[in-house]
């Protein structure tokens, strides 16, 4: 197994903050035993709820998945400030829960050691051309202000982007012409 992690990020899976780690040949997930409820119950307890309960949490632990036996990488909006990134391997699914910002950056990564884009340890890189970028992603800098109101009204309609968000960002748009 490799050991040069190519990302990390804080993840919440589970109901449980954990610590995410991307290999070239595996995703690796650590989570910690002690929630914030459990601590303010200890607290607010003396004590004695983690005497009764103990310190340790059934969720605790590491888990990883093979890039090998990942088919699918999917991205899905969960909330305001969030976006799940969905993993579906053999037998598992596992959704990491990662700032909106973070979830291109992750799926990317992913999708690309599923199709070999990233050497494995110990292969030479693929011969694969690399992933062309959509003209709009690297027009976005110069864009005019109607060519970008057109595009968050895309992401709008498509369900990227909710009333509000939209509404805001076109506030800023507008405020800068």
Avoid: C
């Amino acid at each position: 197994m490799s050991s040069d992690a190519l990302m990390t990020f804080k993840s919440h899976i589970e109901g449980k903050n954990a610590d995410v780690t991307i290999y070239p040949d595996r995703v690796e997930w650590a989570r910690s035993g002690m929630s914030a409820k459990k601590l303010t119950a200890g607290f607010l307890t003396g004590g004695a709820s983690l005497l009764a309960t103990g310190v340790r949490s059934s969720k605790a632990g590491t888990e990883m998945i093979p890039v090998k036996s990942i088919s699918s990488v999917v991205t899905k909006r969960d909330g305001l400030l969030y976006t799940k990134v969905v993993v579906v391997a053999s037998g598992n699914t596992i959704d990491f829960r990662v700032p909106h910002d973070s979830a291109p950056a992750v799926k990317a990564l992913l999708t690309d050691l599923v199709l070999g884009r990233v050497p494995a340890p110990g292969q030479a890189a693929p011969s694969v051309a690399p992933h062309p970028v959509p003209a709009a992603a690297t027009s976005s800098q110069v864009s005019t202000p109607v060519e970008q109101l057109r595009q968050l009204a895309e992401l709008r309609d498509a369900g990227i982007l909710s009333e509000e968000e939209f509404v805001t960002k076109k506030t800023e748009i507008l405020a800068r012409m």
